[in-house]
């Protein structure tokens, strides 16, 4: 088929799911978490090599696997690509087709189920590894890229994966940038999702000077969705499998919750994950309790991660043997619904 085609097919699906997703409510448990999304990771792989080649430095997702999610409930793939592979050598340079073309037809094929996909450059803030300064080509970047999604309400954009050590007057306008590129381009229906400073930590969010300096971020379409990581385990970095304790989840999102509340904003966890152990299983649990009893601020949580080159990577949930696909993943769908 055309990738006009495509492209048309894909907006029409969009139209027909759309609202269903927004009132998920389990009549059954109660649970009403409206997104349970899994991270697909691989398309930024070889991060220190910016060109690459796919499958070889990188891969894309394989797609049998987004309907075996689906069937568990999830509804959001944030799908993890480079910005220097989609522009190669600058932000405001041309497509590389190929690249793009890969990621359209996995934004396409995933929104055509009707599950949401969330655009996210995984670039930390950065460009051939330096932090991005010029605040108008991140515009035009964005604005490049919302253009091909436009017609499809079913993505989310993502303005970067994870700031980290950048002036945090920059981080607000880099994402005040991305906001006022993609409603440029025409994406006016679309959910956009912030991230802020210190690797974007709900436990961190009030304490590392995000909230004070993100909340005033602007968007005519009123539809920012705030995107938080939370990760269970000492130093919250995500590398190791044992948890604090087994409410250590719902401990770590307390101030954020209260200052979504405060505020009058959304947020979503995009990133989070534990170890395949019972006290890890009950901290995920707690935590996930607690973003359902608060889901009046919180849309849901993004499971970190599938993909098919992590192998037996502790939080792997790439079916069918990754290790929190066969231990986490039972524990945890009941959550979100089914
Ligand atoms: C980068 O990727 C290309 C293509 O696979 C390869 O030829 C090159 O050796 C890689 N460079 C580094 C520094 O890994
Ligand atoms: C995906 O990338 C590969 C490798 O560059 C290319 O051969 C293929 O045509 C691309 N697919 C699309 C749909 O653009
Ligand atoms: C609600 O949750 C129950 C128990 O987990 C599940 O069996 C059922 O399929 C869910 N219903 C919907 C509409 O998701
Ligand atoms: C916690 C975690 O696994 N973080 C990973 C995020 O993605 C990058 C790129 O794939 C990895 O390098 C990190 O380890």
């Not at 010029?134 to 993505?155: E, G, I, M, R, S």
């Not at 994870?162 to 981080?171: F, G, I």
């Not at 009058?264 to 019972?278: C, L, M, P, S």
């Not at 079916?319 to 039972?330: D, E, N, R």
Request: glycine share 10%.
């Amino acid at each position: 088929m055309l990738m006009k085609n495509l492209l048309a097919a894909a907006a029409l699906a969009a139209t027909a799911f759309a609202s269903p997703l927004e009132k998920r409510q389990n009549s059954t448990t109660g649970r009403k978490l409206k997104w349970f999304g899994i991270n697909e990771s691989g398309a930024e792989f070889g991060e220190t090599n910016f060109t690459g080649v796919y499958g070889k430095e990188y891969t894309w997702y394989d797609l049998s696997t987004v309907d075996q999610f689906i069937t568990q409930g999830v509804n959001v793939f944030r799908l993890n690509f480079l910005m220097e592979r989609v522009t190669p050598g600058s932000l405001t340079g041309a497509f590389d087709p190929l690249y793009l073309g890969n990621l359209t037809a996995q934004v396409n094929y995933i929104t055509g189920k009707g599950a949401y996909a969330m655009v996210q450059p995984h670039n930390y803030g950065r460009f051939l590894g330096n932090i991005i300064t010029d605040t108008a080509a991140f515009k035009t970047w964005w604005q490049n890229v919302a253009a091909v999604y436009k017609d499809n309400d079913l993505v989310v954009f993502d303005t970067n994966n994870e700031y980290h050590d950048m002036d945090q007057t920059l981080v607000f306008n880099l994402n005040q940038a991305a906001i006022d590129g993609i409603r440029a381009a025409g994406a006016t229906k679309q959910y956009i999702t912030p991230e802020g400073n210190s690797w974007t930590g709900a436990w961190t969010w009030v304490s590392s000077g995000n909230a004070a300096s993100l909340v005033a971020l602007k968007d005519p379409q009123d539809k920012l969705i705030y995107q938080m990581h939370q990760y269970l385990d000492t130093d919250g970095s995500g590398t190791h499998e044992e948890c604090v304790s087994a409410t250590i989840f719902a401990e770590r999102l307390q101030a954020a919750t209260q200052w979504l509340k405060d505020n009058k904003k959304q947020g979503v966890i995009g990133e989070f994950a534990a170890g395949a152990n019972a006290q890890c299983i009950t901290a995920l649990q707690g935590g996930l309790k607690y973003l359902d009893d608060n889901s009046d601020v919180w849309w849901g949580a993004i499971w970190w991660a599938a993909g098919p080159w992590w192998g037996p990577y502790m939080y792997s949930m790439e079916p069918p043997s990754g290790p929190a696909w066969t231990g986490v993943l039972p524990q945890i769908k009941s959550y979100f619904l089914s």
